[in-house]
């Protein structure tokens, strides 16, 4: 079956971007902040099946949320680093002081289903139109205005989902993580960009997957950091990194993402932002549609 979302478009046949500033490189840092409910029977991690209350399943993410968090929110904080929150709205619901915070420090609230056992995928039209519209209104309510990004539990969406979020009011959707620069998905009506997103540079890959130390995470930021600066003096790009507070948030993880964020930051010519800002910049910059 043939993809109709976009067009094939090769970097090296592209004009060139122009980041705000002249940056070279626009660089977003993603904090998964995830709801799971104790009798849940839907992981997605470590995989281990026993009936609820599957405690080794359950508690290190509830660690992430009643200690991860504030780790990396130190972290960021002594950068002055706004993060894109990838926010399960049932966070909201459950946890609102991690809302609260999150809004002090104006992170970005990207909508994130209402939780992270609830997929698209293989739901109705009408099964997915209700779960994005109580995310977006639970959220909306918790961040004091609406989100205009998307990423989907699991990145799973149905072949409806960009024309749903589209009509939702959404304009960027993470879940495409197949290029290094926004652009344009084919939608019934409205608008719709792809944001760059990695599975790559991702903590869940790199440390439950492939079993990597926190050096080599940070070694492999560094790394893709290093290759899209380069890059960047002729064609700019968006690097993102994806974290989840349980895993990054960890004691002897955090001081890998402490050293990676401290090396970038010593660059010229980086655009630290929140996947909202980028978006806000493309739809001016090159749709002509100015966001509010």
């Given at each position: 079956?043939?993809?109709?979302?976009?067009d094939?478009?090769?970097i090296?046949?592209?004009?060139?971007?122009?980041?705000?500033?002249?940056?070279?490189?626009?660089?977003?840092?993603?904090?998964?902040?995830?709801?799971?409910?104790i009798?849940?029977?839907?992981?997605?991690v470590?995989?281990v099946?026993?009936?609820?209350?599957?405690?080794?399943?359950?508690?290190?993410?509830?660690?992430?949320?009643?200690?991860?968090?504030?780790?990396i929110?130190?972290?960021?904080?002594?950068?002055?680093?706004?993060?894109?929150a990838?926010f399960?709205s049932?966070?909201?619901?459950?946890?609102?002081?991690?809302?609260?915070?999150?809004?002090?420090?104006?992170?970005?609230?990207?909508?994130?289903?209402?939780?992270?056992?609830?997929?698209?995928?293989?739901?109705?039209?009408?099964?997915?139109?209700?779960?994005?519209?109580?995310?977006?209104?639970?959220?909306t309510?918790?961040?004091?205005?609406?989100?205009?990004?998307?990423?989907?539990?699991?990145?799973a969406?149905?072949?409806?989902t960009?024309?749903?979020?589209a009509?939702e009011?959404?304009?960027?959707?993470?879940?495409?993580?197949?290029?290094?620069?926004?652009?344009?998905?084919?939608?019934?009506t409205?608008?719709?960009?792809?944001?760059?997103?990695t599975?790559d540079?991702?903590?869940?890959?790199?440390?439950?997957?492939?079993?990597?130390?926190?050096?080599?995470?940070c070694?492999?930021?560094?790394?893709?950091?290093?290759?899209?600066?380069?890059?960047?003096?002729?064609?700019?790009?968006?690097?993102?990194?994806?974290i989840?507070?349980?895993?990054m948030?960890?004691?002897?993880?955090?001081?890998?993402?402490?050293k990676?964020?401290?090396?970038?930051?010593?660059f010229?010519?980086?655009?630290?932002?929140?996947?909202?800002?980028?978006?806000?910049?493309?739809?001016?910059?090159?749709?002509?549609?100015?966001?509010?």
């Amino acid at each position: 079956m043939e993809n109709t979302r976009y067009d094939f478009s090769p970097i090296v046949t592209r004009k060139r971007l122009e980041l705000p500033n002249s940056a070279r490189l626009a660089v977003y840092i993603a904090v998964a902040i995830e709801y799971w409910a104790i009798d849940s029977q839907e992981w997605a991690v470590a995989g281990v099946k026993i009936p609820p209350p599957n405690l080794f399943e359950y508690t290190p993410r509830d660690y992430g949320n009643r200690i991860g968090l504030w780790r990396i929110m130190e972290v960021l904080d002594r950068y002055n680093i706004k993060a894109t929150a990838f926010f399960n709205s049932d966070v909201c619901k459950y946890y609102p002081t991690i809302a609260e915070e999150c809004r002090k420090r104006e992170w970005e609230f990207c909508a994130h289903s209402t939780s992270n056992a609830v997929l698209l995928a293989g739901k109705t039209e009408a099964e997915e139109r209700e779960i994005i519209r109580t995310t977006i209104d639970v959220i909306t309510k918790a961040a004091g205005r609406r989100p205009i990004g998307w990423i989907g539990a699991a990145l799973a969406e149905t072949f409806n989902t960009p024309d749903i979020l589209a009509e939702e009011g959404i304009k960027y959707v993470s879940d495409w993580v197949c290029d290094d620069q926004p652009f344009p998905l084919k939608v019934k009506t409205g608008n719709l960009i792809s944001m760059p997103y990695t599975l790559d540079l991702n903590d869940i890959p790199a440390f439950i997957m492939h079993g990597l130390t926190p050096s080599q995470f940070c070694d492999m930021i560094i790394a893709q950091f290093d290759t899209m600066y380069r890059e960047g003096a002729t064609q700019p790009r968006v690097m993102s990194i994806g974290i989840h507070h349980f895993l990054m948030g960890q004691a002897y993880r955090i001081a890998a993402l402490d050293k990676a964020v401290n090396y970038m930051k010593s660059f010229k010519d980086v655009w630290f932002a929140t996947s909202e800002e980028i978006a806000k910049w493309y739809y001016e910059k090159y749709m002509g549609i100015k966001l509010g």
